[in-house]
């Protein structure tokens, strides 16, 4: 396609080949140097000389890495739509043999945020250039976000950096490898879960273990935490919440006839109910005391706060389905299940609607190409995605009211 821009405002432009390239090329590149959330300093000056290469102004967050950059038509009024992107890596290692593997030890891009940010920055190109036409009907805003794996996620800190700021509705999109590339997931209502991190301590005097009924069995009394409090507040929360406590950790003891002084468990605790999570600290800490007291254990717990459900909004959930369908058709959209996965885009959603769709990323039409799930060090993605999901934001954009 020679002309970047459709001559219809009502419709979204699609990628020319010199763009499609450039961002593949791109999201290799973020691929190859992954940063964990908020040290993005390498990820964050890519994308803002790319955005100041296109004549646009982008800002700086508040926290040091990230950024926010506006666009808009002369003329053009209204609220703002924002398009969020999440920009960090995880600590884990990259475990592909392809030519864009991490060169980082221990570092990769094994969630997609090098799509999401791709998918963005592609969309505010072409929208930049709608823009110059005075084709844009209203303001967009760019907001790339660090530490989105780092509870309770950088949402927060970009929101106290003012980028929903004149925002009246904020649409983001998540890789799901079950999908194939050329569809969306899309979900009205709560579309991931609530996630809290939970760190507990058990301490006793210690002693041997002949002699366990003059001290505190500490090993025990774990045990019984682990195993029983997620039992407990199974009956003390609707079950229709879907509230559930794992442990990820558990650590007590080096010797095989030393009952230990201490204890310590890890864990989680995800909900798929916005009512049961703000609920759910107090009913944590109460039901560990609890079973921690029954076995002469001195709790000392650390409920660290996570993210809330991410609640997408009905008309912001249908303006996905339907710029999807404008450029791809109806069969490119389908319904997704709630997830148990936590995302800090919840937070921009407790402050405006918004919504976030499932991006298909897994090979079309191959049987052999089994999905690896994310958080997976050979987690991959078919990169047919990012056209689709360039498209996609930008149709939505004009299509937004």
Same mark, same amino acid.
């Given at each position: ?38 040290? @993005? ?55 592909? /043999? ?49 530490? @989105? ?77 682990? /195993? ?10 609707? /079950? ?84 999807? /369908? ?76």
């Amino acid at each position: 396609m020679s002309d970047l821009l459709s001559p219809e405002p009502a419709q979204s432009p699609s990628l020319d080949e010199a763009l499609r390239v450039e961002l593949i090329a791109f999201r290799r590149d973020l691929h190859m140097h992954p940063e964990l959330g908020n040290q @993005e300093v390498r990820t964050t000056a890519v994308i803002r000389e790319r955005l100041e290469r296109a004549g646009l102004a982008p800002r700086l967050l508040d926290s040091g890495t990230g950024l926010m950059c506006d666009i808009g038509s002369p003329g053009a009024d209204g609220p703002i739509l924002a398009l969020r992107a999440d920009i960090d890596a995880l600590p884990i290692p990259d475990t592909k /043999t392809v030519p864009y593997r991490s060169t980082i030890p221990g570092r990769a891009h094994a969630c997609g945020h090098d799509v999401h940010t791709t998918v963005v920055l592609g969309a505010g190109l072409l929208l930049a250039r709608l823009a110059e036409r005075g084709l844009l009907p209203r303001p967009v805003r760019l907001i790339f976000q660090p530490a @989105e794996e780092v509870l309770p996620g950088g949402a927060p800190d970009a929101i106290e950096s003012g980028v929903l700021e004149g925002v009246a509705r904020i649409l983001a999109l998540h890789c799901d490898p079950r999908l194939e590339a050329g569809r969306i997931g899309v979900r009205t209502g709560a579309i991931t879960s609530a996630c809290d991190r939970i760190e507990v301590k058990l301490a006793g005097p210690g002693g041997h273990t002949a002699r366990p009924h003059l001290t505190t069995d500490l090993v025990t009394a774990a045990a019984k935490v682990a /195993t029983e409090v997620p039992a407990l507040i199974a009956r003390r929360v609707d /079950t229709r919440a879907g509230l559930a406590i794992t442990w990820g950790r558990l650590e007590t003891g080096h010797a095989p006839n030393v009952i230990p002084q201490t204890a310590e468990l890890s864990g989680t605790m995800r909900c798929l109910d916005l009512d049961a999570w703000h609920a759910a600290p107090d009913l944590v800490l109460a039901a560990v005391d609890e079973v921690a007291t029954m076995y002469r254990a001195k709790p000392e717990i650390q409920y660290v706060r996570g993210v809330p459900p991410v609640v997408n909004d009905a008309a912001s959930t249908a303006l996905l389905a339907e710029a999807m /369908t404008a450029r791809f058709g109806a069969d490119a959209v389908t319904g997704t299940e709630q997830s148990l996965g936590g995302e800090d885009f919840s937070w921009y959603l407790q402050r405006v609607p918004g919504a976030m769709a499932r991006l298909g990323v897994r090979p079309p039409g191959d049987p052999s190409a089994a999905p690896r799930d994310i958080h997976q060090g050979d987690f991959d993605v078919d990169e047919h995605a990012i056209s689709v999901g360039v498209e996609l934001l930008t149709q939505a954009a004009l299509l937004s009211q």
